[in-house]
């Protein structure tokens, strides 16, 4: 049996694969989908666009929300089959992630509730949107996945891309983690469900937004994914 320093040295020696994450974070993408469900609705994320659409389904034909998750799974799935030549995934590697995930959130939001306690601007509007705990969870899980995966894997990963070659490698990234995490903030105010525009907010977003860009550059998308559900939940609570 491997020790605890031998396990904790493997999962810090380099960033977590795409394949690994893809299936680290597979709770968090089925907690959504059936929350959703089971909340009757109730669990909105505002960044996430296609909740509002994803609720009303749910309310009025669950059975073709039914096919709909099941179809999206299938996709889920197949983007994991298509990944697994990149990587190697063991089961031993989610707690790990999970407690580097926790101490992430933990600090981030300790951080909030201290600046909370001098902006009252700040306190999230999504916290006073979530009724019970299980609204919370699955606000929680949609924001971890979804959030990072449209403003972390596609937007700072594909501009980073795109950017490397006017910018150079180390340049075009960080360009691409300025605009990601500028719009990451800026969505939340933008939508049915968005809170409305406050200065203070937007930086901290901003702010937050770089450090789980961060997070997915040196760690790989499950640790950000995870962190930033962590740390919503925490925060909602």
């Known amino acids: 049996m491997p020790s605890l320093g031998s396990v904790l040295g493997r999962h810090f020696s380099g960033r977590i694969d795409a394949f690994t994450s893809a299936v680290l974070v597979f709770p968090l993408f089925l907690t959504y989908q059936i929350g959703i469900l089971l909340s009757g609705g109730g669990g909105r994320n505002g960044v996430d666009f296609t909740t509002s ?138 939508g049915p469900y968005a809170e409305p525009f406050s200065g203070g907010a937007f930086v901290y977003r901003s702010i937050a937004g770089a450090l789980f860009g961060v997070l997915y550059r040196v760690r790989g998308f499950a640790v950000a994914a995870w962190t930033h559900a962590l740390y919503d939940l925490l925060v909602l609570t």
């Not at 309310?59 to 998750?69: A, E, F």
């Not at 949107?129 to 919370?136: F, H, N, T």
């Open 53 to 190: 659409a994803l609720i009303e389904l749910s309310r009025r034909d669950p059975t073709t929300y039914l096919l709909v998750m099941i179809g999206a799974s299938l996709a889920y799935a197949a983007a994991i089959a298509g990944l697994r030549r990149g990587g190697r995934f063991h089961l031993r590697a989610f707690v790990p992630m999970l407690l580097e995930s926790g101490i992430y959130a933990f600090f981030m939001s300790s951080a909030i509730f201290l600046i909370m306690e001098r902006s009252a601007e700040l306190i999230p509007e999504l916290a006073l949107a979530a009724r019970d705990a299980v609204e919370r969870v699955v606000i929680s899980s949609g924001a971890g996945f979804h959030e990072e995966l449209i403003f972390r894997v596609v937007l700072l990963g594909g501009l980073a891309w795109l950017l490397r070659v006017p910018l150079g490698t180390t340049l075009g990234w960080v360009a691409a983690l300025l605009v990601s995490s500028l719009l990451f903030a800026a969505v939340h105010h933008l």
